[in-house]
Nanobody
Framework: VQLVESGGGWVQPGGSLRLSCAAS????????MSWYRQAPGKERELVAS????????NYADSVKGRFTISRDNAKKTVYLQMNSLRPEDATVYYC????????WGQGTQVTVDT
């Protein structure tokens, strides 16, 4: 199982970023996917999740209305569109898949600053 995140970077408050997570080594379309984030000294928290077909999504209250999770099963990729970014959104974002155990990507850094 391999998960590779990309798309992080620096953005000003109110800006947007689109994260991608390319998956391989498992049947992507058979697995729900999720995005997490972890700030230094804090526990990793769920940001958004999406079912296998993409028909159902869930979001943390802190990102509802600003972030959108989606997936392309043909490309084996899950996305996180982040709009109206705030300084408190700045941290490392991780993609997760559960195949018997948790599998995580290496993370991608998001910086929100003037």
């Amino acid at each position: 199982v391999q998960l590779v995140e990309s798309g992080g970077g620096w953005v000003q408050p109110g800006g947007s970023l689109r994260l991608s997570c390319a998956a391989s080594g498992f049947t992507f379309s058979s697995n729900a996917m999720s995005w997490y984030r972890q700030a230094p000294g804090k526990e990793r928290e769920l940001v958004a999740s999406i079912t296998r077909s993409g028909t159902t999504t869930n979001y943390a209250d802190s990102v509802k209305g600003r972030f959108t999770i989606s997936r392309d099963n043909a490309k084996k990729t899950v996305y996180l569109q982040m709009n109206s970014l705030r300084p408190e959104d700045a941290t490392v974002y991780y993609c997760r898949a559960v195949i018997c155990v948790n599998h995580w990507g290496q993370g991608t850094q998001v910086t929100v600053d003037t």
